[in-house]
């Protein structure tokens, strides 16, 4: 079974752009879940989706939104990009229920300049 | 919220030698997973274990979930196991939160 893809794996965006991340989970998996990871921040929950519907929040600003297709393929965006936005972008698939295992992407690797 | 630590923060071995590697939660949780973020960045699964004893070829991984925490065993440790080791646990809403990592460096 083909694992967790995430496209593009490196984006050089500038300062006030916007970006659009995509995340495609295992086949079956019904939730999808994005993580920021930066030095100093370490990984912080961004947002969960399942079966379409925003499940779960993290504690980031209005500029991070995602979705959910009914494929369970995911995309997250970023508006007016801050320097600070800089960092690996990782998504995670699960099958959903209770407290299942999550299975991690790739991940896409953001830098802001 | 549920707050992770991790021990120790650096590691540093000899190729050959043991490490246990340990992770304290500070409250019960319905499942714990440990994971090795290879150079490139991504985080591969080891364990799922929210409680017990497991093991997967020269590392196993103990969680005594009453006394909130979780230890990961590498034995005869190799070049290749070097990088960061977190260890996440679900919070209430079922997020993962992770601890802050151990960075193992295995020197031939």
């Known amino acids: 079974k083909a694992g967790v893809t995430q496209t593009p794996r490196y984006l050089i965006k500038t300062r006030g752009q916007q970006v659009t991340l995509s995340c495609s989970p295992i086949s079956g998996h019904r939730s999808v879940s994005w993580y920021q990871q930066t030095p100093g921040q370490g990984l912080q929950f961004l947002f969960e989706?399942?079966?379409?519907?925003?499940?779960n929040k993290g504690n980031f600003p209005g500029r991070f939104s995602g979705r959910q297709f009914s494929n369970s393929r995911s995309e997250m965006n970023v508006s007016t990009l801050e320097l600070g936005d800089s960092a690996l972008y990782l998504c995670?698939?699960?099958?959903?229920?209770?407290?299942?295992?999550?299975?991690f992407g790739p991940g896409t690797r953001l830098t802001v300049t | 919220g549920i707050q992770v630590e991790q021990s120790p923060p650096d590691l540093i071995l000899q190729e050959g030698a043991n490490s246990t590697l340990r992770c304290n939660f500070s409250?019960?949780?319905?499942?714990l997973q440990w994971f090795h973020q290879n150079p490139w960045g991504q985080l591969i699964n080891l364990f799922y274990i929210p409680s017990g004893t497991k093991q997967n070829g020269r590392l196993s991984a103990t969680t005594v979930a009453t006394e909130r925490y979780s230890l990961l065993y590498i034995s005869s440790s190799q070049t290749t196991d070097s990088g960061v080791y977190f260890c996440a646990v679900p919070s209430n809403t079922g997020k993962l939160i992770f601890g802050q990592g151990t960075t193992l460096q295995v020197k031939p």
């Open positions: 989706y399942f079966s379409e519907t925003q499940r």
């Open positions: 409250d019960s949780v319905n499942n």
């Open positions: 995670a698939s699960s099958v959903g229920q209770g407290w299942a295992e999550q299975y």
